[in-house]
Antibody, heavy 121, light 110 residues
């Protein structure tokens, strides 16, 4: 059973960089039949795709966030990371990591529980 | 800034059939698979439908998906109280080179 767990600071100051980690257990983050995504959800709003990483390092990012986002993996720790720079209050949201799998035609079949990040001074 | 449009709410009584629409364009729904996610209150989303109409193991057959042109639908038959949740559609967008989600629909069981 694959499990994902997000971790990182719950409070980030405006203009700083938000950094989150997603630890994957029960499966390898290096698997060629999977990709790994970050999604966020402001309170009371819909889901927003941030980006994904696959094939060990290829990435796609949401065009509206692309200039500020970096997604990477640490295969030795089986971890996925997200960095979002120059944050503002609009970046306050619950952040999820999720796996896309080949068997489900790249649907996001496993999700972390989510972590709330608040941007405030 | 959601690219896919869903009705904000839908409702029904236990046992009824509820349908949720998801409207997109030729660059997303029109040329790629549609996925549906169920999000119970206070929890992470769960994959409900993939590849337009396929159910992952464990998803009841009361849930069904369909796609036609640039629109898709999720139907819930035999509505149950535990189906009260937010439902999100999603698809890959060739123009944006990224995944897009719908605006989300809150289903209420009356």
């Amino acid at each position: 059973q694959v499990q994902l767990q997000e971790s990182g600071p719950g409070l980030v100051k405006p203009s700083q960089t938000l950094s989150l980690t997603c630890t994957v257990s029960g499966g390898s983050i290096s698997s060629g039949s999977s990709f790994w995504s970050w999604i966020r959800q402001p309170a009371g709003k819909g889901l927003e795709w941030i980006g994904r990483i696959y094939n060990g390092g290829s990435t796609n990012y949401n065009p509206s966030l692309k200039s500020r986002v970096t997604i990477s993996v640490d295969t030795s720790k089986n971890q996925l990371s997200l960095k979002l720079s120059s944050v503002t209050a609009a970046d306050t949201a619950v952040y999820y990591c999720a796996r896309g799998a080949e068997y489900s035609a790249w649907g996001l079949d496993y999700w972390g529980q989510g972590t709330l990040v608040t941007v405030s001074s | 800034q959601s690219v896919l449009t869903q009705p904000p709410s839908a409702s029904g009584t236990p046992g009824q059939r509820v349908t949720i629409s998801c409207s997109g364009s030729s660059s997303n729904i029109g040329s790629n698979y549609v996925y549906w996610y169920q999000q119970l209150p206070g929890t992470a989303p769960r994959l409900l439908i993939y590849k337009n109409n396929q159910r992952p193991s464990g998803v009841p057959d009361r849930f069904s998906g369909s796609k036609s042109g640039t629109s898709a639908s999720l139907a819930i038959s035999g509505l149950r109280s535990e189906d009260e949740a937010d439902y999100h559609c999603a698809a890959w967008d060739d123009s944006l080179r990224g995944n897009v989600f719908g605006t989300g629909t809150k289903v209420t069981v009356l």
